[in-house]
Structure formats: structure tokens, C-alpha cells
């Protein structure tokens, strides 16, 4: 049932419009494996092999440290509406921070979310489809608030305070470079 694409094709644009939720997925072979839901209007169809998504601000920096140390990422969105699918890009990571020359170039297509850390990039080197026969229904109700309140009541100087303290090193301890400068 599975079918395999070099690409992002019309149909798999339009899937990925529809969806409220997606996963992320990394790890190194000395790391836990990572899975992390995203969500509000975070997402971008950069090209037909290349997507890209405002990292928010986390509990964690897993993706951002696995990629810098990996590389490999996928993304997985599935649908929970009457026309059950799952698509995954498999591809390569690319971590692109404030100080990065290309933040500017990408974050242009991004509206601005509060708690902004970075922007993941995937490129994507192949495209996954699978029927999702056993995925439940569910309603989508509406985006949570509580991350976006919390950021702002953080202001600049507090996430940047909370990203020197929390978002430095993966849990396994994998530098993520966050506050590096720009190479």
C-alpha cells in the first residue's frame, strides 16, 4: 500500500494544506530518537524538495542538535478526517539560526510567531504515501494559545535567558549551537 515519490507532488501540496498537525522526527546513533508534534501556521512548501517550518520554542532542542550531528529528518503529517492517509518526507536537515545569513531569505515567508528559535529546513529526498487505515478520526477544535502567551510574557531577554539555560544541549547532551555566531 505504500507508494514512493522523488518529490512533493500537487496532491501531496494540497495534503499538507489541509493538516493542522505534523511530526518531526531525528536522532543520532548515540541519541534517543526524537518524535515532536508541531502545529499553528508554522509550515512552508518551499519547492517540490524542500520544505522548511519556524521552529518555536521548546522544552528541548532535540531536532536542532541531531541535525547539526546527523542530518537525517523526516516529517510525517496523517490525515484524521474521513480520507485517511500518512505522507512522510525523508531528507536531510538544515538548522538555520537568527544569526545565520539565510535566516532573512527564509524567514520571509513565515508570518511572525511568537517564541521564534530557528528555522528548520528539510530537504527532502524522498516522498512516502501510506493508507492510514487505522488512524482514529478526530475534530479539529482550534490552536492552543499557551505557547504563544508564554513567549510573549517571556519577552526577548527572557527566551533568550531561557535558550543560554535550556536549549544549549540535547537531553543526551548534543551541542545545538543555538547561540553560536554565524560561520
Not at 501531496?12 to 541519541?31: N, P, Y
Not at 538544515?94 to 539565510?102: F, N, S, T
Not at 517564541?115 to 528548520?120: D, K, S, T, V
Amino acid at each position: 500500500m505504500a507508494r514512493f515519490y522523488p518529490a512533493l507532488e500537487t496532491k501531496h501540496r494540497e495534503f499538507i494544506a489541509a493538516q493542522k498537525l505534523f511530526f518531526t522526527a531525528s536522532g543520532t546513533d548515540r541519541s534517543r530518537l526524537n518524535l515532536s508534534p508541531k502545529g499553528m501556521d508554522s509550515l512552508r512548501i518551499l519547492s517540490d524538495n524542500r520544505v522548511a517550518y519556524i521552529d518555536l520554542t521548546g522544552s528541548g532542542n532535540e531536532t536542532a542538535a541531531h541535525v547539526k550531528h546527523d542530518g537525517r529528518m523526516t516529517m510525517m503529517w496523517c490525515s484524521f478526517d474521513v480520507s485517511p492517509l500518512i505522507l512522510r518526507l525523508y531528507g536531510r536537515g538544515l538548522v538555520v539560526r537568527r544569526q545565520d545569513a539565510m535566516w532573512a531569505d527564509l524567514h520571509h515567508h513565515f508570518a511572525a510567531l511568537p517564541g521564534e528559535r530557528q528555522i528548520i529546513v528539510l530537504d527532502i529526498e524522498s516522498v512516502q504515501t501510506s493508507c492510514g487505515y487505522a488512524v482514529p478520526m478526530y475534530t479539529y477544535q482550534g490552536e492552543r494559545d499557551t505557547l504563544a502567551r508564554w513567549a510573549e510574557k517571556k519577552g526577548p531577554v527572557g527566551l533568550l535567558d531561557y535558550w543560554r539555560d535550556k536549549n544549549q544541549v540535547s537531553i543526551d547532551g548534543l551541542a545545538t549551537n543555538l547561540l553560536e555566531d554565524a560561520s
